[in-house]
């Protein structure tokens, strides 16, 4: 997992609640090269990671909130989206922000529940 850009924690846990900070496309510390498509993998990926460090799943979320640099980009990042969490769909919001950190073209947080189980 990679160490945040800020001081802020990755993911925090309130009962049965599992809240993360936003993540972007990092790998080693670094941005991934590519686009939009690219660099949402990684981020899904990071945040599979964090997740699994709890015993939750993507399956597990039931809230996402996505930042873009560029609303043109809303169709390929859908396409990732969809790849990544199937048939489970979590509530969502997309927003277009000037600018993220890094450079990143995007950004994505979520809110996994992990009680009834």
Do not use: C
Request: proline share 5%; aromatic share 6%.
């Amino acid at each position: 997992m990679t160490t945040p850009v800020g001081p802020y924690a990755p993911l925090v846990r309130a009962g049965d609640w599992l809240v993360t900070s936003g993540q972007i496309g990092l790998r080693d510390g670094k941005l991934v090269h590519g686009g939009v498509q690219d660099q949402l993998h990684q981020a899904l990926d990071n945040l599979r990671v964090l997740l699994a460090g709890q015993g939750a799943t993507l399956g597990d979320v039931v809230k996402t909130t996505v930042y873009l640099r560029h609303l043109s980009d809303y169709p390929a990042m859908n396409e990732t989206y969809v790849a990544a969490f199937g048939d489970h769909r979590p509530a969502r919001s997309a927003v277009g922000v000037s600018e993220l950190p890094l450079n990143a073209l995007v950004e994505i947080e979520a809110w996994a529940y992990i009680g009834d189980g």
